[in-house]
């Protein structure tokens, strides 16, 4: 009798391990499951949507991307969603043609304050609008293959070129986590995050072609241990731009344990950090406060990060607004091709 309720225990535990198991489970998503391919030639972006879609109706959950090449348009995040890119994953932005799914950029209240990159989000990869509680996690890559430095007819300013730029885009979000991936040629931004509270990145490598990422309007912001490298433009930027066509202060940030540089673009990533300096005057690949600053810049720690091989530290509020409560400490400065501060 002791043995047969031995055996009974036994097996309504294991039944509860396994029924919780499997409740844990649906709340991941697979994008393999909603048709995507991961073999770099299809196109993957309706799939990719289909899932997310699928764990925001369900309220929540991982959209996860196993090992293999997703060759995508964009992206749209939703609340409450994780991406997880597992190692061997990467997201590829695919080249500008109708079938690969970008979507156009947003008209704009006026394009006469910012260019045309800081007014624009939904020209994006991956890019989420009014969301919270979101992350993209995991050790998998992001590569921006497809995505442009600038826009081809931006002189323009005209909404109606829908050329994709940015890698990750997020507009007026919340409660953002970004951590453990790493971005290759991320094209006008790596990260644009404007209006973005709560907003953490952790632990995130870049290898990029112009900015790394724009912290834009954005308050409560924590940026720690991330390798920067962008040698045609900005590492870390801290911006205040009118593009929410309202002042707003960028405040309440965090800046620490980062490397910034300047290496020729890929070869930090492939380890083989090599000094060609293809922009005049040097790489850049620096921390840089402004160039758009009309909201001001306010509570701002920077601490314990390195540039090697970049431009120096830069504080600039061009636009006349303020810059103030800002702590610097312990930073350390090598191969430095222009003043340090």
Known sequence: MRIQKYLQTLFFTGLFAVTGAFAQVKTVYYVTNYGAKGDGKAFDTKSINAAIDAAANAGGGTVYFPAGNYLSGSIHLKSNISLYLDQGATIIAADYVPEAGYDAPEMAVTNKFEDFGHRHWHNSLIWGENIHDVSILGPGKIWGKG??????????????????????????????????????????????????????????????NRDGMDIDCCQNVRISNCFINSPMDDGICLKSSYSLNKNRATENVTITNCQVSGFEEGSFLDGTYKRVAKDEGGPTGRIKFG??????????????????YCRGLAL????????????????????????PI
Not at 319 to 338: P, S
Request: aromatic share 4%; with cysteine; glycine share 6%.
């Open 147 to 208: 995505l442009e430095r600038t826009n081809t007819i931006d002189k323009m300013n005209d909404e109606t070129n829908p050329k994709p730029n940015k890698s990750i885009a997020l507009l007026n979000c919340r409660n953002i986590i970004i951590r453990d991936i790493s971005i290759l040629h991320g094209g006008w931004f790596g990260l644009l995050a404007t209006g973005a509270d709560n907003l953490t990145v952790d632990n995130v490598k870049m290898d990029t």
């Open 316 to 339: 600039e509020t061009v636009d006349g607004a303020l810059l103030e409560d800002v702590t610097i400490t312990n930073i350390t400065m090598r191969e430095i091709v222009n003043a």
């Open 291 to 308: 160039t758009e600053s009309n909201g001001g810049f306010k509570n701002i720690t920077i601490s314990n990060c390195v540039f090697v």
